[in-house]
Structures are given as structure tokens and as C-alpha cells.
């Protein structure tokens, strides 16, 4: 149990545009859910975290009008980055659980802005 | 805020032998969580300890839960090739408070 689902993999993306990445809870509901940006050779930088039906919680630095967080439903959370720009290319991992205890990670999306 | 800091930072091992890596932490956490992330993929967790001085095992691996609440470690017993990847440890301050710390991770390499 405790499947995290996280679309897409990766993505290469122009500059200027804006990429949707969507993390799913598949066999749980989850009212919170977060997203981490993860740089090389790195660890987990906690960017947001998603609350059902409300607004995200933002850690100090990230920018909010940036990365756009929307969690609609109990299993999806989605963060979209705006107007992407080269320096935005990270790999971004989404975390949920079940139980507010053992969190489970999705897969991971790399993007690459060019 | 609070930091975690885990070593070693890499370690190189000959395929069979036992590995250890530790977690301390300036402050106090509720959970500790330990995960493996191969590359390019999401982090797995591996060992989950929630009470102070829990020792825990899943199948090679052991983990525990420092009595101060302030470290953790995790063992691997009789390392496999497929062991290689980058350990994390992680902390929570437990129900209410779902936010996890990271540790910057230890790169296993195993030498067959």
C-alpha cells in the first residue's frame, strides 16, 4: 500500500513556458501532500507543502508565483512551474502519507528547461 | 532551523561486509525515517522508528531510534551489489507536524 503515482518522469520544456508535474496518492487519500527539488548530488530541499482545499505553504526563498501548487482533490496535488527559465531545470519529487507518519515518495520528474 | 548530519558522506565496501551510517541532529525529533534513492528516482523508504531507542529490522537492515532522540543509525549486514545507492535519513517531529528534515545522504558504492 501507500502508492505514490508522479507524472510525468521527465520533461524538456522551452524557456518562457510552464510545465504541469502531478503527484497522485493511488491507494490512499492524503490531505497533505509536498513537493522537494532535489539538485545533484544532492538532498531534498523542501519547496511547499499542499493542503486539500486550501492554500500551499511555502518554505522562505521559493517563489510562490513561481511554482503553483493547486491540491483539488484528496489523491492529486499538481505543481506547475511558470514561465520556466534554464536555472528551474531540477529533478522534483512529491511525498505522501497515509498516516502522517511514513511518507512515500513518487518517482520523481526531471526537468530540463532549454 | 534544524539541521541533520548524517556520515559518512560516501563509503566504498567490499561486497559482504557490514555497513553502518549514522544521523545526529541539534534537536529533538519524534520519527526517524531512513530511505534509499537510486539515481533518478524518488526516494524509498526503508526503515521507519517512531519510539526513542526502537530497534528495528527489515531483512539486512537494522535501524534505531537514539534514546536522546537526537541520532539514529542504520546497519547493513552482509552488503550486496545491489545495496549501492544514496541513504538519507530523515526526521519528523511526528502527527501534527508532517514536515521531514533531511540528511545529505551517504553514496554506498559496493565493490563485487
Known amino acids: 500500500g501507500a502508492v505514490v503515482s508522479q507524472h510525468p518522469s521527465w520533461v524538456i520544456c522551452k524557456s518562457g513556458t510552464s510545465v504541469k508535474i502531478e503527484c497522485r496518492s493511488l491507494?490512499?487519500?492524503?490531505?497533505?501532500m509536498f513537493w522537494y527539488r532535489q539538485f545533484p548530488k544532492q538532498s531534498l530541499m523542501l519547496m511547499a507543502t499542499s493542503n486539500e482545499g486550501s492554500k500551499a505553504t511555502y518554505e522562505q526563498g521559493v517563489e510562490k508565483d513561481k511554482f503553483l501548487i493547486n491540491h483539488a482533490s484528496l489523491t492529486l496535488s499538481t505543481l506547475t512551474v511558470t514561465s520556466a527559465h534554464p536555472e528551474d531545470s531540477s529533478f522534483y519529487i512529491c511525498?505522501?502519507?497515509?498516516?502522517?507518519?511514513?511518507?512515500?515518495f513518487g518517482s520523481g520528474t526531471r526537468l530540463t528547461v532549454v | 532551523g534544524q539541521q541533520l548530519n548524517q556520515s559518512p558522506q560516501s563509503m566504498f565496501i567490499q561486497e559482504g561486509e557490514d555497513v553502518s551510517m549514522n544521523c545526529t541532529s541539534s534537536?529533538?525529533?519524534?520519527?526517524w525515517l531512513w530511505y534509499k534513492q537510486d539515481p533518478g528516482e524518488g526516494p524509498v523508504l526503508l526503515i521507519a522508528?517512531?519510539?526513542?531507542?526502537e530497534l528495528t529490522s527489515n531483512g539486512r537492515l537494522t535501524a534505531q531510534f537514539g534514546i536522546t532522540r537526537k541520532d539514529s543509525f542504520l546497519n547493513i549486514s552482509a552488503s550486496i551489489p545491489s545495496d549501492v545507492g544514496i541513504y538519507f535519513c530523515a526526521g519528523s517531529l511526528g502527527a501534527g507536524s508532517y514536515q521531514l528534515t533531511f540528511g545529505k545522504g551517504t553514496k554506498l558504492s559496493v565493490i563485487p
Open positions: 511525498s505522501a502519507s497515509p498516516d502522517g507518519y511514513g511518507y512515500t
Open positions: 491507494d490512499f487519500q492524503a490531505t497533505t
Open positions: 522508528l517512531y519510539k526513542a531507542g
Open positions: 534537536s529533538i525529533f519524534n520519527t
